[in-house]
């Protein structure tokens, strides 16, 4: 792993590293991608969705189609009310005609399963079972760092993508960690066959005229919402989830309590649950990071590197924001990140050995993503609202303003032109060079 030229080595846990190694290569950046973890170890995770934000930047790196045929395709969640079953909600989170993208449920493993094909079709190098434990150190224009397994490498560029519980971060901000934020969720896979629905709805599950339609939030008064989605391209399989503020045995009974004030088809969905697809879901949220590098803002002074950094060290994705899922955006996020901070070390090509001009392409670029990610923090507070059960004496009164903003909110998030963010980053960094 020697360093002739302007080379970027991505740490990485599975999605956005992979997804990261096949933006670069697009940019012509030479790029080496490390795994902490075997090949085998690839195959988990249960289903992840997919809006027309992140969908645009799996169709630039060329997998949009192969990921979009094996998932299932909607363009609606719905929230339905579980006594006299009146959808009291829609949010659009896909739709072909206005975002040129219907949204996508799929699972990770078969998405991540993509990623590695397509990385390897490429011929980017990827190291697994390295996992990363240092900087030692990083310099003016170079990183170099060290492996648990001994190996150590030297990169120009240092980015971590390594997930909630990154390692690098630890360096780009020591003693930074996500917090959990007193929400969870008990989710189970079962059969869509169990569900108590007419055979005349399986065929199209997401249908608005079935009674739910599917993806659909079944919320009972002081309950909150049980959430049934379909989840395989068959629809031979739903999740089901219920948030709430161990055993598997507990788990079950749990996702069953109170099922006799929603109607037959959540009774119907706790009935049989097997203990193989079924999970704690804890939510954590990232406090804030001051910088997403290894370099620190200073307003008064310009850029100043902090102790021991150069900026060569730079976190993306839930490594920097990790996000809680009410408004299912934390892979579409990253995704997000991961194709603005490619194209914009495409886009400064000779210069990208320039030390200032990297650091300051890499703070308008913080905090654009920045705007982001607190555009989706609003977004899921909104989104609680009808999900979470009700707390006694709660000010509901600022409830319905809020969720007929919400669409809008979405609409917003999904028409991004990211190339365009791309280049006005660019422009103001070539206006700040000339002052």
Not at 373 to 387: C, S
Request: glycine share 8%; hydrophobic share 40%; aromatic share 8%.
């Amino acid at each position: 792993m020697s360093v002739s030229t302007f080379h970027v080595a991505i740490i990485g846990a599975g999605l956005s590293g992979l997804a990261l190694a096949l933006a670069l290569h697009q940019q012509s950046i030479d790029c080496t991608y490390t795994l902490r973890s075997s090949r085998a170890a690839v195959k988990y995770g249960g289903a992840l969705m997919l809006t027309p934000n992140g969908l645009k930047v799996l169709k630039r790196l060329g997998i949009y189609e192969a990921v979009c045929a094996k998932g299932v395709s909607f363009d609606r969640i719905y929230f339905q009310d579980a006594n006299s079953g009146t959808i009291t909600e829609v949010f659009e989170y896909g739709s072909h005609e206005r975002y040129r993208f219907r949204a996508l449920r799929i699972y990770r493993s078969v998405l991540l399963h993509e990623l590695l094909s397509k990385v390897q079709e490429k011929s980017i190098p990827i190291h697994f079972n390295h996992r990363f434990i240092e900087v030692t150190p990083e310099v003016a224009t170079s990183v170099n760092f060290r492996f648990t397994n001994g190996i150590r490498a030297s990169t120009s560029l240092l980015i971590g993508a390594d997930g909630i519980h990154s390692t690098v971060r630890s360096y780009v901000a020591p003693g930074l960690s996500p917090a959990f934020v007193s929400q969870a969720a008990i989710i189970a896979a079962i059969p869509t066959s169990q569900l108590s629905l007419p055979p005349s709805t399986l065929s199209d599950l997401t249908a608005e005229s079935n009674n739910p339609p599917l993806p659909c939030g079944i919320v009972a008064p002081k309950l909150g919402a049980f959430v049934i989605a379909p989840q395989t391209c068959s629809g031979d399989e739903v999740m089901i989830t219920a948030d709430l503020d161990a055993d598997k045995d507990v788990l079950r009974a749990l996702l069953r309590q109170n099922s006799e004030f929603y109607p037959d088809i959540v009774r119907s969905a706790v009935r049989e649950i097997s203990a193989d697809g079924l999970h704690v879901w804890p939510f954590h949220q990232m406090p804030r990071l001051e910088r997403w590098t290894s370099v620190r803002a200073n307003k008064e002074e310009g850029m100043e590197y902090a102790a021991g950094g150069s900026g060569r060290v730079v976190i993306l994705g839930d490594s920097a924001h990790a996000l809680p899922p009410s408004a299912g955006q934390g892979v579409n996020q990253a995704f997000e990140d991961i194709y603005t901070a490619a194209r914009l070390l495409g886009g400064l090509s000779a210069d990208v050995s320039d030390g200032s001009k990297l650091q300051r392409v890499l703070f308008l670029w913080q905090n654009f993503r920045q705007t982001r990610i607190d555009q989706v923090l609003k977004l899921n507070r909104q989104m609680d609202l009808p999900r979470l059960p009700s707390k006694p004496g709660a000010d509901d009164s600022n409830a319905e303003a809020a969720k007929a903003s919400m669409n809008e909110g979405f609409a917003s998030l999904f028409m991004i032109d990211l190339d365009a963010a791309v280049a006005a980053c660019m422009r103001t960094t070539d206006d700040g060079a000339d002052d």
